[in-house]
């Protein structure tokens, strides 16, 4: 049975930093994508950051030197460290694991931590 755990959210202050965690049970786990999304009520899910199994990294333009996405392979993790946190960052934020295309396996995602971003 494969699950996918977020952990680390919570209530914040503007400015204030929260760090996520996804632990994925998934083997091989280095060959997947490694990702945090977030959504809001009543909007689109949007991507917040990416690492492949070699570290390359993207970032959604409006975290960019805010977020950190990084992996700990070894353990099946993908953190997400978030720092001068803004209340338009509030939302519930996701994991997503996703193999290479044509590998035959399945995306995977978790159910979600709630981020607010409140004085």
């Known amino acids: 049975q494969v699950q996918v755990v977020e952990s680390g959210g919570g209530l914040v202050q503007p400015g204030g930093s929260l760090r996520l965690s996804c632990v994925a049970t998934i083997t091989p786990f280095n060959i997947y994508v490694g990702g945090w999304y977030r959504q809001a009520p009543g909007k689109q899910r949007e991507m917040v950051a990416t690492?492949?199994?070699?570290?390359?990294?993207n970032y959604l333009d409006s975290v960019k030197g805010r977020f950190t996405i990084s992996r700990d392979n070894a353990k099946n993790m993908v953190y997400l460290q978030m720092n001068s946190l803004k209340p338009e960052d509030t939302a519930v934020y996701y994991c997503n694991t996703n193999p290479p295309p044509f590998s035959g396996l399945h995306s995977y995602w978790g159910q979600g931590t709630q981020v607010t971003v409140s004085s």
């Open positions: 690492i492949s199994g070699a570290g390359k990294t």
